[in-house]
């Protein structure tokens, strides 16, 4: 099997960093109680060099946050794109973005929903148990239109369905009880500085000081 995926095609090599994130900046990252987090977003209807640089954008803040996947929305653009770079259970590497992602509705048999660790880069530094299915197939387009189809398994899974939920306007705090949810919240008051200490070293350590289009 092929060690990474790219758009859902396999590539015999790719870079660490995906080569988006070369021309990129970095943006500030919304937080949970942000009003732009908390509502369906825009389909996108324009497809041009402003969408290409906003991909660009979220690429490197992602890395920067050292997250697996970026919603528009935690860019603060109330846009349905995510962006993602991340590892199935097989270890098996996943980059790519999609543009008005649907993830299909689970079929009749096979998918089993786990209850594993979620974190999310817009409530810094806390980790929780969510249950999602472990298989999720996600519909859009990519930047330039074109009909894109990803399939995930395992951690890809969650990725793509806590991703696609950002765009729904949803994150992964409303699918917890109120016991847990400030469970979370409270991890995130304890851990944010570290967090955002973290991210503005990943900063320096770039070179990016002078890429920034908002704080980390």
């Given at each position: ?148 189809v990803v ?35 409270r991890q ?29």
């Open positions: 099997m092929p060690s990474v995926f790219v758009q859902g095609r396999p590539v015999d090599a790719y870079p660490r960093l995906a080569p988006e994130a070369r021309r990129g900046k970095v943006r500030r990252i919304t937080e949970t109680g942000e009003g732009v987090l908390h509502r369906p977003c825009r389909d996108v209807t324009e497809f041009g060099p402003d969408l290409a640089a906003l991909i660009d954008d979220m690429f490197l803040t992602m890395y920067i946050a050292e997250g697996c996947g970026l919603a528009a929305n935690q860019v603060g653009v109330d846009l349905r794109l995510f962006v993602y770079d991340c590892p199935d259970d097989d270890g098996v590497r996943h980059v790519g973005h999609i543009v008005n992602p649907v993830v299909d509705a689970a079929g009749p048999s096979g998918r089993r929903l786990l209850d594993e660790g979620e974190g999310c880069l817009s409530v810094p530094g806390a980790v929780m148990d969510v249950a999602r299915p472990d298989r999720a197939v996600v519909r859009g387009c990519d930047r330039d239109g074109a009909p894109l399939e995930g398994t395992g951690y890809f899974a969650r990725c793509l369905a806590h991703e696609t939920d950002h765009t729904e306007g949803h994150v992964y705090l409303d699918r917890l009880s109120r016991r847990e949810r400030g469970d979370a919240l995130m008051a304890d851990r944010r500085d570290e967090v955002f200490a973290r991210r503005a070293a990943n900063v320096e350590a770039l070179g990016l000081a002078g890429r920034e289009a908002g704080n980390p």
